[in-house]
């Protein structure tokens, strides 16, 4: 009887908890939607960046861990000379040094190739603004066309000046 009992009183609990809880769940999600939503809104606008500052910034980075890691070759092969460490913590800070730097050299030639393709494209969507604005020059009205009509040549007229506009004619 005191198992039904307790059966009874959970069931009444998970009554009037679980869709309490489903409701929160709800608005949380509806909440990290909208926020979502915002910040997408943010984002789209924001000006558009060519990435020059996050590329400075990373070529900095590259350049104080290479230089951190070369003074640690260094520190490791001075307390190996004064005989305080085995030679292992140079080979080991050399492979260190010598594989940072085999990274840093693909991710630098990367960069360079990305700044190189935005650079293409930048030209290239000049070059089609330029040609898009000279298809797009407006056709003179009527009154600016002035017509040049060609002086009449008479056929008694002999010699070169026929045959050149009988040449052109032709």
Same mark, same amino acid.
């Given at each position: 009887?005191?198992?039904? *009992? @307790? =059966?009874?009183?959970?069931?009444?609990?998970?009554?009037?908890?679980?869709? !309490?809880?489903?409701?929160?769940?709800?608005?949380? $999600?509806?909440?990290?939607?909208?926020?979502?939503?915002?910040?997408?809104?943010?984002?789209?606008?924001?000006?558009?960046?060519?990435?020059?500052?996050?590329? /400075?910034?990373?070529? #900095?980075?590259?350049?104080?861990?290479?230089?951190?890691?070369?003074? +640690?070759?260094?520190?490791?092969?001075?307390?190996?000379?004064?005989? @305080? =460490?085995?030679?292992?913590?140079?080979?080991?800070? !050399?492979?260190? *040094?010598?594989? @940072?730097?085999?990274?840093?050299?693909?991710? @630098?030639? +990367? $960069?360079? #190739?990305?700044?190189?393709?935005?650079?293409?494209?930048?030209? &290239?969507?000049?070059?089609?603004?330029?040609?898009?604005?000279?298809? !797009?020059?407006?056709?003179?009205?009527?009154?600016?066309?002035?017509?040049?009509?060609? /002086?009449?040549?008479?056929? &008694?007229? $002999?010699?070169?000046?026929?045959?050149?506009?009988?040449?052109?004619?032709?």
């Amino acid at each position: 009887m005191t198992g039904l *009992l @307790y =059966a009874a009183i959970v069931a009444l609990w998970a009554a009037v908890l679980i869709p !309490m809880w489903l409701r929160r769940h709800d608005d949380d $999600q509806a909440r990290r939607i909208e926020r979502h939503r915002t910040a997408m809104g943010a984002l789209a606008r924001l000006p558009e960046t060519t990435g020059r500052g996050a590329a /400075a910034t990373a070529a #900095r980075r590259r350049n104080v861990v290479l230089g951190a890691l070369a003074g +640690l070759v260094v520190a490791t092969g001075a307390v190996w000379a004064l005989g @305080y =460490a085995s030679g292992w913590f140079v080979t080991a800070s !050399m492979v260190l *040094l010598a594989s @940072y730097s085999a990274g840093a050299f693909v991710a @630098y030639r +990367l $960069q360079n #190739r990305e700044e190189s393709l935005r650079a293409l494209e930048r030209s &290239s969507a000049a070059r089609e603004a330029r040609r898009d604005r000279h298809r !797009m020059r407006p056709v003179p009205s009527a009154p600016d066309v002035v017509h040049h009509r060609p /002086a009449a040549v008479s056929p &008694s007229v $002999q010699g070169e000046a026929w045959d050149e506009v009988f040449d052109q004619t032709a």
